[in-house]
């Protein structure tokens, strides 16, 4: 079975200042691993994912997410937040050889002007 | 930037009627699948399609659901006799490959409501 732990359910941040959105993951093997963006009432967008390689991954919009394999985390970040970046943000993880993407329950990430 | 497309946005059923969503994955694209998520909370895989047969389904995806590619573009989710409980946003994605680190791409969603 795989899962995804999101620890916080909101993150509040200041605007210029950097972010963490927390993720750790289980499953059998070794992981491809996904952050995806909500906005209120949108469908999910994609930000980046880990295949293998280096564990520094770059997506858009500034957003980073480093693997660490030992601590099974996947957290995601970016160096300086907008408020625009305010919106759910959803890990992901999918075990090797299977279709099924498992989701975690979001955290809700806030940033104040 | 090709995408996936889903109607209706929005669709308000009686419970017990049957309820068709439809779906245009992006066009390259050889995997299927049907997410929901309830009140903007976890999202749930339901189904995958590859192949016009199902690859991988969830527990949640019963008797009660179904999929279909009708035709060479379309990619659909009936659920018969709808429940108060099946009210959520359903997704529709693709992706170009299924196992693997392929992105899988959503669409905007159909938001059920079941009164």
């Known amino acids: 079975a795989q899962s995804v732990a999101q620890p916080e359910d909101q993150v509040n941040v200041a605007e210029g200042n950097p972010l963490t959105v927390k993720c750790t993951y289980s499953v059998s093997g070794n992981p491809y691993l996904f952050w995806y963006v909500q906005y209120p009432n949108r469908g999910l967008q994609f930000l980046l994912k880990?295949?293998?390689?280096?564990?520094l991954v770059k997506g858009s919009y500034g957003f980073e997410a480093e693997f660490n394999k030992s601590q099974t985390s996947f957290h995601l970040k970016k160096p300086s937040a907008l408020v625009s970046d305010s919106a759910l943000y959803f890990c992901a993880v999918r075990a090797r050889g299977y279709q099924k993407v498992t989701f975690g329950t979001g955290t809700k990430l806030q940033v104040i002007p | 930037e090709p995408e996936v497309t889903q109607t209706p946005s929005h669709q308000v059923t009686q419970m017990g009627q049957e309820v068709i969503l439809r779906c245009v994955p992006i066009s390259n694209h050889l995997y299927f699948y049907w997410y929901r998520q309830i009140l903007g909370q976890k999202v749930e895989f339901l189904v995958s399609f590859y192949n016009n047969e199902i690859s991988e389904k969830s527990e949640i995806f019963d008797d009660q659901f179904s999929v279909e590619r009708p035709d060479g573009s379309n990619f659909t989710l009936k659920i018969r006799s709808t429940k108060l409980e099946d009210s959520a946003m359903y997704f529709c994605?693709?992706?170009?490959?299924?196992?693997?680190?392929?992105?899988?791409?959503f669409g905007e969603g159909s938001w059920l409501t079941v009164v």
């Open positions: 994605a693709s992706s170009e490959e299924g196992p693997g680190g392929n992105t899988i791409y």
């Open positions: 880990y295949i293998t390689g280096d564990n």
